[in-house]
């Protein structure tokens, strides 16, 4: 069984077009995230959801809307897509509380045109 | 500024021998760290993580060494196989959430 699982697993899109990615987590954490892995394999936080409720918003373009609808999803809306925006997007989850490993998924390749 | 950050991006090692990956990280206050493995084309995968009570720690074929002193985190990998090629992250937390070192590439050679 899947741990945890994002869709799609590729995205190839225009300049300006909305999409979004699904995240969803069958461990029973309580904390979800979502990543950014540049070209470098650079990874950097984007969100953290805790029971549905955002903890963390890093310096993210409010083009990007994280959504929440019960604790084992996690889903990133993003608006009026940029040639930066091209990387992968990890998800990730863990058992709440500080110190916790947290468990990725396979990650979504978004490529702008 | 504070960072985590690795010694060496790349390591190619022959299969059979034991690898070490570095990793330096700046801020004291740290308490857990984990080491993560990024196979192509999938997440990161953990491996092992360590709190800051202890200095080592051992799991199958992996050792965790941390040493607060000089603020270093190592990963040996026993008996290197080519399975084990990958990018290896060291993460710490600093309360939430994880931050990232770089990453190192292993190659093993057959």
């Known amino acids: 069984d899947t741990a945890v699982s994002q869709t799609p697993k590729y995205l190839v899109t225009q300049m300006g077009n909305d999409k979004s990615i699904k995240c969803e987590q069958n461990l029973g954490h309580d904390t979800m995230y979502w990543y950014k892995q540049d070209s470098k394999k650079f990874l950097k936080i984007m969100f953290s959801y805790n029971n549905k409720e955002l903890i963390i918003n890093e310096t993210v373009p409010n083009r990007f809307s994280p959504k929440s609808p019960d604790k084992a999803h996690l889903n990133l809306h993003i608006n009026s897509l940029e040639l930066g925006d091209s990387a992968v997007y990890f998800c990730a989850s863990s058992q709440g509380g500080r110190n916790q490993p947290q468990h990725f998924g396979d990650g979504t390749r978004l490529s702008i045109l | 500024g504070e960072s985590v950050g690795l010694h060496l991006p790349t390591l190619s090692v022959q299969e059979g021998d034991n690898s070490i990956i570095n990793c330096a990280y700046s801020?004291?206050?740290?308490?857990?760290f984990i080491w993560y493995k990024q196979e192509s084309g999938k997440g990161p995968q953990f491996i092992i993580d360590?709190?800051?009570?202890?200095d080592k720690r051992q799991g199958q074929r992996v050792t965790v060494l941390l040493n607060k002193t000089v603020k270093h985190l190592s990963l040996q990998i026993a008996a290197t196989q080519p399975g084990d090629s990958a990018v290896y992250f060291c993460a710490e937390n600093r309360d939430t959430p994880l931050v990232f070192g770089k990453g190192t590439r292993l190659s093993v050679i057959a």
């Open positions: 801020n004291s206050a740290s308490d857990y």
């Open positions: 360590i709190r800051s009570n202890m």
